[in-house]
């Protein structure tokens, strides 16, 4: 497995205002992605996030809403902009491994007032 | 978004029960996976799947490879107070890298 951080852990934000969320592995991984976990809920994958291009976001998930950058294989950013209360999630970053295998960081709550 | 069918949603039992819970999908998988999150944490993925009808080992809990490829079963034996959580099984199929987690199953132990 790697080691996984995110930054931050939790924060609490105004509606309307932006959030960057950053993830920082211990060692270099091709794939990561990013996901959104309302409460209780599952989880539900935003975007893959690919070094040196765009990400590729799924159904429901936009690049102006949630802009990803994966400047090298150890670290990625996602940024929640112009949030509202339907925003409020935990976000979580994963990295893949071995056959399709993914390991997640502990998560950042974000609470939108 | 898609998502797998777990079941049961929750399951309150007693320190020492084994406890058993699946997932179920409409579509084939070629990995199953197997995670468990405690409050305010990560998944942290339990066991990977990665042929129809596997049994898989990790401790205490055992999980298989549904024969037809579209579900997944997770055995906890003689559970502990630590057992509590939410698991959650995740399929992946096709050419993607993509995972589907299931809608989860929360285990709560009362020693």
């Known amino acids: 497995s790697a080691v996984i951080s995110q930054k931050p852990s939790r924060d609490i934000c105004q509606r309307g205002t932006s959030l960057t969320i950053q993830c920082q592995v211990d060692s270099q991984v091709t794939m990561m992605f990013w996901y959104r976990q309302q409460p209780g809920q599952s989880l539900t994958l935003i975007a893959t996030a690919n070094q040196g291009s765009e990400a590729t976001y799924e159904s429901g998930f936009v690049i102006d809403k949630f802009p990803i950058s994966r400047p090298n294989l150890t670290f990625s950013t996602l940024t929640v902009s112009n949030m509202s209360p339907e925003d409020s999630s935990i976000y979580l970053c994963?990295?893949?491994?071995?056959?399709?295998?993914?390991?997640f960081g502990p998560g950042t709550r974000l609470t939108v007032t | 978004g898609q998502q797998l069918n777990q079941s049961p949603q929750s399951m309150f039992i007693q320190e020492g029960e084994d406890v058993s819970m699946n997932c179920t999908s409409s579509?084939?998988?070629?990995?199953w996976l197997w995670y468990k999150q405690d409050p305010g944490e990560g998944p942290v993925l339990l066991i990977a799947?990665?042929?129809?009808?596997e049994l898989t080992s990790n401790g205490r809990l055992t999980a298989q490879f549904g024969i037809t490829r579209k579900d997944s079963f997770l055995n906890i034996s003689a559970s502990i107070p630590s057992d509590v959580g939410i698991y959650f099984c995740a399929g992946q199929g096709g050419a993607t890298n993509k995972l589907i987690f299931g809608t989860g199953t929360l285990l709560a132990v009362q020693p």
């Open positions: 799947l990665y042929k129809a009808g």
């Open positions: 994963s990295v893949g491994r071995g056959s399709y295998e993914q390991y």
């Open positions: 579509s084939i998988f070629n990995t």
